[in-house]
């Protein structure tokens, strides 16, 4: 369920024309988030996958997750994060609540941080990755994993996943 499209990045493939678009920055109501994973449930789909834009740029995430776990039927909730907003609190919480945890990273440091710029044009790999590699461990380096998003820009992406080896 994607429960936000606002993003605290700038991803080159998300917004390739550099313009935020005012109808992209919708945001479902827990509500509507409930009355999605209710038929999900009933369809006997039993793992959600919380995504955005960047979920945690939602105040209310965590109790939106606590929500998707009281529904009868779903079983695993899961989430996607750029890593942004990772603070200890979040990642206690997700360590807790959550069957997995997504880490979104195109990438050797040059590659993620053209794809992946913060508004004002600076990259995303050096606040990121210190975080990522605190949340793996704490999760006992189990019950995640780091997807990349691989474009024209990173064709030798077997190096991207090499350097994934050596972050641990």
């Known amino acids: ?24 920055w ?18 006997g789909i039993s793992r959600i996958k919380v995504t ?23 079983e695993k909730v899961t989430i996607t994060t750029n890593g942004v907003l990772l603070n ?4 206690d919480f997700c360590n807790k609540e959550m069957s997995n945890v997504v880490m979104s990273l195109d990438g050797r440091k040059d590659v993620n941080d ?11 790999y050096e606040l990121t990755v210190p975080k990522f590699q ?3 461990k704490s999760r006992g380096q189990k019950d995640y994993y780091v997807r990349g998003t691989f474009t024209r820009n990173n064709l030798d992406f077997a190096a991207d996943v090499l350097h994934y080896a050596d972050l641990g």
């Open 114 to 124: 053209r794809m992946r710029p913060f508004r004002n044009g600076s990259g995303s």
């Open 52 to 74: 955005g834009g960047e979920p945690l740029v939602r105040r209310d995430c965590c109790q939106l997750v606590k929500l998707l776990k009281s529904i009868p039927g779903i």
């Open 88 to 91: 200890d609190e979040i990642m």
């Open 134 to 136: 605190k949340f793996a």
């Open 1 to 24: 369920i994607s429960i936000t499209d606002r993003c605290n990045l700038r991803c080159k493939y998300c917004m390739p024309d550099g313009v935020e678009s005012l109808a992209r």
């Open 26 to 43: 919708e945001i479902l109501s827990l509500e509507e988030i409930e009355a999605i994973a209710i038929c999900a449930a009933s369809l």
